[in-house]
T-cell receptor, first 112, second 113 residues
Framework: RKEVEQDPGPFNVPEGATVAFNCTYS??????FFWYRQDCRKEPKLLMS?????NEDGRFTAQLNRASQYISLLIRDSKLSDSATYLC?????????????WGLGTSLAVNP | DAGITQSPRHKVTETGTPVTLRCHQT?????MYWYRQDPGHGLRLIHY???????DKGEVSDGYSVSRSKTEDFLLTLESATSSQTSVYFC????????????FGNGTRLTVT
């Protein structure tokens, strides 16, 4: 089993739709979780950190399920500009960016 | 956006030649990282730096060396480029070591023929 797994997609959704991605991780001791966004041929950018209690930033909601070892990202009211690849990132401990494990990403295409 | 500049943006080189990629930051962040991104792999850490002259190996460091003589510059050198080093290389910085966002440069596309 890969350390971090994501459905590569692509997810094709119409504007205004709600879409959700999951990311599973194998190390139950993982401490920190993030979602990054990467546009085609561009650098990754932090979208949001994922906290144990879940967190929301506008149309984006991230959740952590430790029992089932996955994190999720929910996007409401999708915009064309949301089209990108969403990268799941997991850290085995909270104090060490050197140990980040990156997923391969889930591709989202929002269509007019 | 964080002030990170990578150069060159694109490079084509021949097998066996040395190549140096440069990462320059204006944020005065202590931590700097070199990653490579390849199809079928998540981002993989090559080397990182935790201060001037302080560097250490990452997951895929073979064939690469780094130097950091100033806070703002982190150089990645391919001593003798191979075709397996054809990749997109990203530099990243962070203000603290853990649980903090990485800010990435816009990448260098390297092709080794």
């Amino acid at each position: 089993r890969k350390e971090v797994e994501q459905d590569p997609g692509p997810f094709n959704v119409p504007e205004g739709a709600t879409v959700a991605f999951n990311c599973t991780y194998s190390n139950s001791a993982s401490q920190s979780f993030f979602w990054y966004r990467q546009d085609c041929r561009k650098e990754p950018k932090l979208l949001m950190s994922v906290y144990s209690s879940g967190n929301e930033d506008g149309r984006f909601t991230a959740q952590l399920n430790r029992a089932s070892q996955y994190i999720s990202l929910l996007i409401r009211d999708s915009k064309l500009s949301d089209s990108a690849t969403y990268l799941c990132v997991v850290s085995p401990n909270a104090g060490n960016n050197r140990k980040l494990i990156w997923g391969l990403g889930t591709s989202l295409a929002v269509n007019p | 956006d964080a002030g990170i500049t990578q150069s060159p943006r694109h490079k084509v080189t021949e097998t066996g030649t040395p190549v140096t990629l440069r990462c320059h930051q204006t944020e005065n962040h202590r931590y700097m990282y070199w990653y490579r991104q390849d199809p079928g792999h998540g981002l993989r850490l090559i080397h990182y730096s935790y201060g001037v002259k302080d560097t250490d190996k990452g997951e895929v460091s073979d064939g690469y060396s780094v130097s950091r003589s100033k806070t703002e510059d982190f150089l990645l050198t391919l001593e003798s480029a191979t075709s397996s080093q054809t990749s997109v290389y990203f530099c990243a910085i962070s203000e603290i070591e853990g649980n903090s966002p990485l800010h990435f440069g816009n990448g260098t596309r390297l092709t080794v023929t």
